[in-house]
Antibody, heavy 118, light 107 residues
């Protein structure tokens, strides 16, 4: 069974930093691209970032480019999202998501809440 | 950035009725489009990928069609568990975007 478990969310002040982690199991982690998607309270889905299976390629939404860094450790089956210069508008539930072989988002974690507030 | 516009924003129907949801792209995405369902308090679930392929375990009442800029998700006969928010998503050249969602509510 595929499982994705996010951690690292919490309350942070504007301008602060936070690192999210996602522990993956139930599939060959090193074979699939992984993604982060977020959802502000009561709002729709917003794409954040993606990383290829070997970590060689990354993608960022314009809203987070230059502030967020996605990475992965295939030896630990773990995906990361380093977030810096956080803003109030970054407040959201952050989902770790696995892509299928066609590039679509087939398994989602339960999400971790990041709140940016003073 | 490719913008996806979903319509209607809210669709009110009764169980047993047919639902038709629309997603329009600001430029062609070929067939690189997916549909997701999200229920309150839950993560989204992949329903359709590559415009018309049902994901694993998705009932046959869900179908997708379209290519280029105009796409449709059809639910042939609504079950009570189908009332949720539906999002389309495109994945053209590793640039991913979501539509704003259509809320399917019970009439």
């Amino acid at each position: 069974e595929v499982q994705l478990v996010e951690s690292g969310g919490g309350l942070v002040q504007p301008g602060g930093s936070l690192r999210l982690s996602c522990s993956a199991s139930g599939f060959t982690f090193s074979s699939y691209a992984m993604h982060w998607v977020r959802q502000a309270p009561g709002k729709g889905l917003e794409y954040v970032s993606a990383i290829s299976s070997n970590g060689g390629s990354t993608y960022y939404a314009d809203s987070v480019k230059g502030r967020f860094t996605i990475s992965r450790d295939n030896s630990k089956n773990t995906l990361y999202l380093q977030m810096s210069s956080l803003r109030a508008e970054d407040t959201a539930v952050y989902y770790c998501v696995k892509a299928n072989s066609y590039g679509y988002l087939d398994y989602w974690g339960q999400g971790t809440l990041v709140t940016v507030s003073s | 950035e490719i913008v996806l516009t979903q319509s209607p924003a809210t669709l009110s129907l009764s169980p047993g009725e047919r639902a038709t949801l629309s997603c329009r792209a600001s430029q062609s995405v070929s067939s690189y489009l997916a549909w997701y369902q999200q229920k309150p308090g839950q993560a989204p679930r992949l329903l359709i990928y590559d415009a018309s392929n049902r994901a694993t375990g998705i009932p046959a009442r869900f179908s997708g069609s379209g290519s280029g800029t105009d796409f449709t998700l059809t639910i042939s006969s609504l079950e009570p568990e189908d009332f949720a928010v539906y999002y389309c998503q495109q994945r053209s050249n590793w640039h991913y975007t979501f539509g704003q969602g259509t809320k399917l509510e019970i009439k």
